[in-house]
């Protein structure tokens, strides 16, 4: 019987496949991951977010302080996103990653030099 999941031709009355241990007989369906792309641009938009809040002085400190350590927070969560996908090149979105986390440690910093 061949598996839905990694195309393994498995013998007769098995119920597990041997190469990845998928259930034989259930048919497979990919999990939908978010593209790492997406992740990447909302990144760098917080980024940008962040430093334009740090420069509108009335707005308040907290404002880019906030905006800062999420994007912050989501630009490090994609840079392990983009690592571990595999793409055929990731230059573009490791740069652009990097550049998500130093405009949001920037709009960070910009916050606290506010208050």
Not at 66 to 92: C, E, F, H, N
Request: hydrophobic share 50%; net charge negative.
């Amino acid at each position: 019987m061949r598996c839905q999941k990694c195309q393994h031709e498995n013998a007769e009355g098995e119920i597990f496949c041997e190469e990845c241990d998928h259930q034989l007989g259930r048919s497979y369906v990919p999990e939908r991951r978010t593209p790492p792309m997406i992740l990447v641009i909302i990144a760098v938009a917080l980024g940008a977010i962040a430093i334009v809040f740090g420069v509108l002085i009335d707005i308040g400190w907290y404002v880019p302080i906030g905006t800062g350590a999420v994007g912050l927070l989501l630009g490090t969560y994609t840079l392990s996103i983009v690592r571990l996908t595999p793409m055929d090149d990731k230059r573009v979105p490791m740069a652009m990653t990097i550049t998500a986390i130093l405009l949001s440690m920037i709009g960070f910093i910009m916050g606290f030099s506010m208050y």
